[in-house]
Structure formats: structure tokens, C-alpha cells
């Protein structure tokens, strides 16, 4: 494998400060000599003005961000002096309500066979989905139009569902109940239906959540799903999307295919060189054409386009 070496990093705020050119830097390091940096440091209590002190030692393989609170305990400086330390933690207190799925983490036999207890409050799926009847039943609880919304989400798949509820599995743990038309009086269970449909469940309970994160990451949701429920599933990526940042990445053509009307938020890998790739958006001016023509993007992606890569 090979090393990791930083050249560059610098920590500022988005926008310029009030009457300043530049916006305000927290710390940069590597720009002048790899190894060191500067951060800044307010010069009085009133916190108007800064300056900057040397930041030595500054390893070049990892993150300063992630070392920089250690990195300055051994500093002179107080820390409600030092902007970085209160900006950190608002920082990591943000990144910690971001949700990552990959659809080869979840475990489908442990989402079928778990039983989870009544009473931790847990509002996400974990990556793996196991605590899936606790979420469920949570949700259902803090918004009174979850279970329908969800219950309208699995009928788009299977037309016969009557209900799906999160249920007891005796008195304090739980398990999902799914019922449909022709046998309203016997649910079924999850390890009773197929891979796609637990995924499906485990997709539009993430989607369809009122408690989204601010962003949210899913790797190649397409795996393990029937090609007939991938406008399905766009659909929800883009109800969804409408309330948050989303990043998908996927596979599949069939699922690209339903993105045709939004090639401005298409993404691709492209080769760089024999061991780098970058990103880039799709160059609008070649693709439109040949949608216009009637071509959509899985298409392209299936035929090998230059423009959109692929196959």
C-alpha cells in the first residue's frame, strides 16, 4: 500500500469577516515548509483581532484537524484564546450527525432474525441495519404520518401490502409485522420475504425519515434490488433530496437511468492516470444532445459514452 503524505491544509471560515478581504484562517500548514504551520490566536479579550503563532511539528500523514486540539495542549496559549478549539468541536458535533450506508454492510440476516429492546432512542439505522424494528418503532412515535408514509413506500413495490408496523416479540422487544390483503390476519416477518425487500424496507426508512441527517452517503443501493424498483428508489433519493444533501454512488445503469433529469448533480470517475482518478460533472454540452435525442444516462453509461464513462 502506499503512503499518505499531505502537502497542504488550511481550516477558514466560508465567508469573509465583516470589513475583511479574506476570510478569517484558523490554521495552515505545509504552505511554506512541510512539517510546520501557524494558527491563529486572538491578541485581546475582546476577541476582535488575531494573529498568528508557528505551529511546529505538524505531521504530514495525517489529518491536522483530527491532531490539532492534542497538538496544542503543549501550547503556551489558553484555549478560549485559540479559536480552533471551540470551532473543532462545533465542527465534530456537525460531522457526527452525518450518516454513511453501504449496501454490502448491511447484514440481512441480522436485520431478519433481531429482536431489539423497547427503549433506547435510536432515530437511524445503524450501517448494518440490525436495530431496524427499534428505528422503525421510534419513528413511528416521534411523527404520526411515518408508518403510512412508509406503509405507501412498501405498497409501491408490492401492491398487496396491507400494513407494515413495528410490533411486539413479547414484552419488551420488537420485530416488524407485514401484512398484506389476502392474509390480513397473519403477518409476516422479515426473514419470511426476500433480500430485496429487506432492502427496500431498510431504504425507504432511511429516505423517508422526518429526522434526515444533514447529509447522507449511500454506497450502490441498487444491489440485491429488482431493475423494476429502480425508479422507485430514485424517486425516494429525490423526495429526500429536496430536504437534504444526498450523495449516491452507484453501479448501475438502471438506477442512472432515472437521473437523466438531473444531469446537473451526475458525477463520474475518470482515469487520470495509471493510479489516480478524479471527479468529474458531466459536461452538460455533450450529454443534452443525446438526450434530446432520446437517449437516457444509463444508456450512455451501458454503451460506453466518453462523455459519461461507463461499461
Not at 494573529?51 to 495525517?62: G, I, K, Q
Not at 440476516?109 to 427503549?119: D, L, N, S, T, V
Not at 493510479?275 to 452538460?284: A, D, E
Request: hydrophobic letters at 35%.
Amino acid at each position: 500500500a502506499g503512503k499518505v503524505f499531505n502537502n497542504f491544509e488550511v481550516l477558514y471560515d466560508a465567508v469573509p469577516s465583516l470589513g475583511k478581504q479574506e476570510p478569517f484562517y484558523y490554521y495552515k500548514c505545509h504552505d511554506r515548509k512541510s512539517g510546520s504551520g501557524v494558527f491563529s490566536l486572538f491578541q485581546d479579550d475582546y476577541k476582535t483581532t488575531s494573529h498568528f503563532e508557528p505551529l511546529p511539528d505538524v505531521p504530514t500523514n495525517r489529518l491536522v484537524l483530527a491532531h490539532i486540539s492534542r497538538m496544542l495542549e503543549e501550547s503556551a496559549h489558553p484555549p478560549e484564546m485559540t479559536p480552533i478549539y471551540k470551532f473543532r468541536r462545533e465542527l465534530i458535533d456537525t460531522i457526527s450527525q452525518w450518516r454513511f450506508y453501504n449496501a454490502n454492510d448491511m447484514n440481512l440476516y441480522a436485520i431478519r432474525h433481531a429482536e431489539p429492546k423497547i427503549g433506547p432512542s435510536d432515530l437511524y439505522l445503524s450501517p448494518s441495519g440490525e436495530n431496524l424494528p427499534l428505528v422503525m418503532f421510534n419513528l413511528t412515535q416521534e411523527d404520526v404520518v411515518f408508518e403510512e408514509q412508509i406503509e405507501n413506500a412498501m405498497k409501491a413495490i408490492m401492491p398487496n401490502t396491507k400494513r407494515v408496523r413495528a410490533g411486539h416479540s413479547g414484552r419488551l422487544s420488537l420485530t416488524v409485522e407485514w401484512y398484506f390483503k389476502q392474509t390480513e390476519k397473519e403477518p409476516f416477518y422479515l426473514n419470511e420475504l426476500s433480500d430485496g425487500t429487506v432492502r427496500m424496507l431498510c431504504w425507504a426508512i432511511i429516505l423517508h425519515s422526518p429526522f434526515l441527517p444533514p447529509l447522507l452517503s449511500i454506497d450502490e443501493p441498487e444491489i440485491g434490488l429488482h431493475p423494476a424498483w429502480m425508479p422507485i428508489l430514485a424517486n425516494w433519493i429525490k423526495m429526500a433530496a429536496q430536504k437534504t444533501q444526498i450523495y449516491i454512488i452507484t453501479h448501475s445503469a438502471d438506477l442512472l437511468d432515472h437521473f437523466t433529469d438531473h444531469i446537473e448533480n451526475v458525477y463520474c470517475f475518470c482515469s487520470k492516470n495509471t493510479g489516480h482518478f478524479r471527479i468529474n460533472k458531466l459536461p452538460k454540452a455533450e450529454v443534452q444532445p443525446k438526450i434530446n435525442e432520446g437517449w437516457q444516462l444509463g444508456d450512455l453509461y451501458r454503451v460506453g459514452d466518453p462523455s459519461v464513462g461507463g461499461w
